[in-house]
């Protein structure tokens, strides 16, 4: 049933010394390269950090968020609006970039992370998606493009927590039936 590790996620944001299995690592990204988009563009790419040095320069371009530095293993899930267009390629995009292109990608790399977020889950392992950074703040880090658009930072580790659940609307909040 994949309502129980839907119901059993939560962010994770503190993490044992021990490190995580390159074969959970595979499964992980794995979940994420089979997931659907618009078109089958599959405008996603993912780094994985595992260099200690790195971890903490990321983190501190998040916000200054350092526990971020302390799970063995954080990817960072790009968007590619080249992947829609290569007449983007050397463009500049950022938070303030218009355009339905962009939104495309940003849609469908959301979708490959929420795969992520549920194999993590399903491994064992804790993660928690991390959003607050700007993107000349986080792309000089790591040598990303001018035209990809990082949309997660990602620390991923054997969890050192139980957290409880956050509260979610009702679906009576949420859902409407047949008409607005
Ligand atoms: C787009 C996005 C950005 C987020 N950024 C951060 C962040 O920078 N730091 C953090 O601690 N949690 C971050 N979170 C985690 C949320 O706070 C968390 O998902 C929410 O409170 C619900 O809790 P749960 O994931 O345990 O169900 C982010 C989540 C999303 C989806």
Redesign the pocket.
């Known amino acids: 049933m994949m309502i129980e590790p839907i119901q059993r996620?939560?962010?994770?944001?503190k993490f044992l010394k021990k490190p995580v299995e390159d074969e959970k690592l595979t499964e992980i990204l794995e979940a994420a390269r089979l997931a659907p988009s618009g078109n089958n563009r599959q405008p996603w790419h993912f780094i994985v950090i595992k260099d200690e040095r790195l971890r903490q320069e990321v983190a501190a371009a998040?916000?200054n968020?350092a526990?971020?530095a302390t799970a063995p293993v954080v990817i960072v899930a790009v968007a590619d609006i080249c992947a829609r267009s290569e007449n983007y390629a050397g463009m500049f995009v950022d938070e303030e970039t218009c355009g339905f292109d962009l939104k495309r990608v940003i849609r469908d790399t959301t979708i490959a992370i929420s795969y992520i977020?549920l194999e993590v889950d399903n491994q064992g392992l804790g993660a928690?998606?991390?959003?607050?950074?700007t993107q000349e703040g986080i792309r000089p880090v790591l040598g990303i493009p001018e035209d990809k658009f990082v949309l997660?930072?990602i620390p991923v580790g054997y969890p050192a927590e139980e957290?409880k659940?956050?509260p979610?609307k009702t679906l009576e909040e949420i859902v409407k039936y047949d008409r607005w």
């Open positions: 996620r939560r962010s994770v944001r998040t916000n968020q526990w971020i977020l928690c998606w991390c959003g607050t950074f997660a930072v957290p659940a956050k979610r």
